[in-house]
């Protein structure tokens, strides 16, 4: 109820009580008992305590799934930004939000959901759209982060951390070799179905790995001949889309892949290799350009070098802007 004051002349002290301690409290104007202003502070006294009983129910609920780890990702960044530089924040900010938008997009709802493979595959999809060492600082960045949960966070998962399982990507400080377009041609030659379609797409529009691996036949236009590319290049690692024009070579490859494809399934290109994978996109193929290059007697490339050998090629016919 609200209080007499007179030494505050005869205003209506409105207190919030919670356990026999007074969490908040507010004045309100001088006037008679049962009036509008001790009706005021009254209200007040009533709505205030409402408002903090259910922040307190609020902080004691137990979080459970994509909560946690937003949790989680939210108490160390408020950590580092207390005990590191500017720089150190903002790079951690990157790498947490792109991960949790990674989770968000691959509905993976809790610590639980978090496994290997998830985590190579993000690791994967970081090194192909922004290079190795930028994959590496990721890794190290996001292992930090879970080493602080372990200490720092009740309930957090205290098993061994399954980053410390995934080796750090191969950093080439060397000039990156871009194969002659003989020796491409080469491994095209000794390509078929699938593999050769899979191929075609990377030469043809100098995408990268994970964009070609993500691509569904919603982002492939066969009578309009065009293809849409999806990457995080844009502004603070923002999604870019952009549809580009497709050589009459590889839209025929594609729609030849549409019709004869084993199963009908919405990612463009599939595992093969058994019944339990089969239709599923891929994450990785490592061991593919490598067997092709040996069966052509050529010097191996990746994926990425089929890239650079695309962009030359553009530089060539059409400058820097088609390059790009």
């Keep these: 109820m609200p209080t007499l004051r007179k030494d505050r002349g005869n205003a209506w002290l409105a207190r919030v009580i919670i356990n026999g301690e007074t969490v908040d409290s507010r004045f309100f104007p001088a006037g008679r008992k049962k009036g509008p202003e001790w009706m005021a502070a009254r209200k007040w006294e009533i709505q205030r305590k409402k408002e903090i009983l259910e922040k307190i129910n609020q902080d004691r609920r137990i979080l459970s799934g994509f909560e946690q780890l937003l949790d989680w990702g939210e108490k160390y960044l408020a950590h580092v930004e207390k005990t590191m530089r500017r720089q150190t924040l903002v790079e951690k900010q990157t790498v947490m939000r792109d991960f949790f938008s990674f989770c968000k997009e691959n509905n993976i709802s809790g610590f639980e959901k978090i496994t290997k493979p998830i985590l190579v595959t993000w690791l994967s999809e970081v090194a192909d759209e922004r290079g190795p060492d930028r994959a590496n600082r990721y890794r190290k960045n996001l292992l930090a982060a879970w080493h602080w949960g372990i200490d720092s966070v009740e309930g957090f998962p205290q098993d061994f951390p399954i980053l410390e399982r995934i080796k750090p990507f191969q950093v080439d400080s060397e000039e990156r070799y871009v194969p002659p377009e003989e020796d491409v041609i080469k491994v095209l030659q000794v390509a078929s179905g699938q593999d050769l379609v899979m191929l075609l797409t990377f030469y043809?529009?100098?995408?990268?790995?994970?964009?070609?691996?993500r691509l569904v036949w919603s982002d492939v236009d066969l009578k309009g001949g065009k293809i849409r590319l999806v990457d995080h290049k844009g502004g603070s690692g923002k999604k870019r889309v952009r549809w580009i024009s497709m050589h009459p070579t590889l839209v025929d490859a594609l729609r030849w892949?549409?019709?004869?494809?084993?199963?009908?399934?919405e990612n463009v290109f599939m595992r093969l290799e058994n019944d339990t994978a089969l239709g599923?996109?891929?994450?990785?193929?490592?061991?593919?350009?490598?067997?092709?290059?040996?069966?052509?007697g050529v010097k191996p490339f990746?994926?990425?070098a089929i890239r650079h050998k695309a962009a030359s090629i553009a530089f060539m016919e059409g400058g820097l802007n088609a390059a790009q």
């Design 302 to 304: 990746g994926f990425h």
């Design 257 to 265: 892949w549409e019709e004869m494809r084993p199963c009908k399934v």
């Design 280 to 296: 599923k996109p891929y994450t990785q193929r490592l061991k593919f350009l490598s067997v092709l290059c040996a069966r052509a």
């Design 204 to 213: 043809y529009t100098g995408a990268r790995r994970g964009e070609v691996f």
